[in-house]
Structure formats: C-alpha cells, structure tokens
T-cell receptor, first 112, second 109 residues
Framework: GAGVSQSPSNKVTEKGKDVELRCDPI?????LYWYRQSLGQGLEFLIY????????KSGLPSDRFSAERTGGSVSTLTIQRTQQEDSAVYLC??????????FGNGTRLTVT | EDQVTQSPEALRLQEGESSSLNCSYT??????LFWYRQDPGKGPEFLFT?????EEKEKERLKATLTKKESFLHITAPKPEDSATYLC??????????WGAGTKLIIKP
C-alpha cells in the first residue's frame, strides 16, 4: 500500500517568505509526527498529533512554526517569515498507537 | 533525563567484514527500542523493535540484541548495499521517541 507522502520534496524560498509543507499519512494511522533533520544531525521532534489534536507542541522552535491536521489525515506544517536557520529536511511520520513510525522522504527546505 | 547515545559516529568496513553498532540508553520505563536505516535523501526505514532484555531480532545480515543498558546491531558479512546511516530510538514512559544521532556505515567493495 501507499506509504507516507510529503510534498513538495524540495522547496527553495527567500528569507521572510511563508512556506507550507504537506504530509499525507498512511491511511488509518492515528498518530502523526513532524521532525526536523539538519545536515549530519539527529531527528529533532517538532510536534505530535493524535487524531486531529496536538497534545504536544513543545518542540516547535518558535511561534513562526504552526501545524494542523484535518480529518485525522493530512497535516500541514507552516513556517512564517522563514529564516536561514530554518533550512533543513522536514520529515513526517505516522503510526498506529505504540507501533513503529513510518516516515516519508521529507521536504528539503532551503531559505536563501 | 532520557538519553540515547550511538557509537561509533562512523564506521568503514570492507565487504564481508562483520562488526557491531552500539546504542546506549537511559530511559525510565522502556517501552521499546527501535532500529531504523536511513539512506541519503530518504526518510528512515523501520528495521526492528525490541522490548525486553535478552530479546533478539534478525533480518538478512542484521541482528539486533538488547540488554538493560544498550542495544547492538550486528552486521554479518556486509555488502556495499548495507551502507547507510543506522538510527536507534527508545520509547520511554511518555509517547515521545528519544533518538540517537546515528552511525554512518560505509561498506567498501
């Protein structure tokens, strides 16, 4: 079956612009996670959804970052007024409760 | 504080040269330890879950083992296609996974 799908795969934007990243999880997966991965670094947790609710937003780096999930399915991560330090790969993962995460291939964001 | 440390950071082997990767962890109430493989430009791919000390899982040339303090990923007679970054993560008392920084494995033909 289809895996986790993320779009776009690459995004180049100018500093100060807003960007929206999309994640389509595996059908039926109730949990959805957003992570950030910088070059050569480990995975940095951003936010977790259980259904449409986000019980933990503690990983969002600043108030320029927000995320939502609708219909217990698609999620969007929005970064407002992008900065160069936002450049990274943004990974989305989904899972059933207490089950391994399944990742998409990420969106590579470059802020110029 | 929950923590995961992977070693070495990078490992270069000749094809056929067996070795092990280490994942040391401190977590309150381990609910699972996960191994993932990540190829360049791709998301992490799930390999194994281990739940209790003494447990072992195998898949092709890979075998994962678990003790109360660490996990090993043993690679037997590796091939160049085994080259990747291997990530370890632990699931503790809350829902969050704690991730290690990974070991970059390079297998030379």
């Amino acid at each position: 079956g289809a895996g986790v799908s993320q779009s776009p795969s690459n995004k180049v934007t100018e500093k100060g612009k807003d960007v929206e990243l999309r994640c389509d999880p595996i059908s039926g997966h109730t949990a959805l996670y957003w992570y950030r991965q910088s070059l050569g670094q480990g995975l940095e947790f951003l936010i977790y959804f259980q259904g449409n609710s986000a019980p933990d937003k503690s990983g969002l780096p600043s108030d320029r970052f927000s995320a939502e999930r609708t219909g217990g399915s698609v999620s969007t991560l929005t970064i407002q007024r992008t900065q160069q330090e936002d450049s990274a790969v943004y990974l989305c993962a989904s899972s059933f409760p207490d089950s391994p995460l399944h990742f998409g291939n990420g969106t590579r964001l470059t802020v110029t | 504080e929950d923590q995961v440390t992977q070693s070495p950071e990078a490992l270069r082997l000749q094809e056929g040269e067996s070795s092990s990767l280490n994942c040391s962890y401190t977590v309150s109430g381990l609910r699972g330890l996960f191994w993932y493989r990540q190829d360049p430009g791709k998301g992490p791919e799930f390999l194994f879950t281990l739940y209790s000390a003494g447990e072992e899982k195998e898949k092709e040339r890979l075998k994962a083992t678990l003790t109360k303090k660490e996990s090993f990923l043993h690679i037997t007679a590796p091939k160049p296609e085994d080259s990747a970054t291997y990530l370890c993560a632990v699931h503790g008392s809350n829902y969050q996974l704690i991730w290690g920084a990974g070991t970059k494995l390079i297998i030379k033909p």
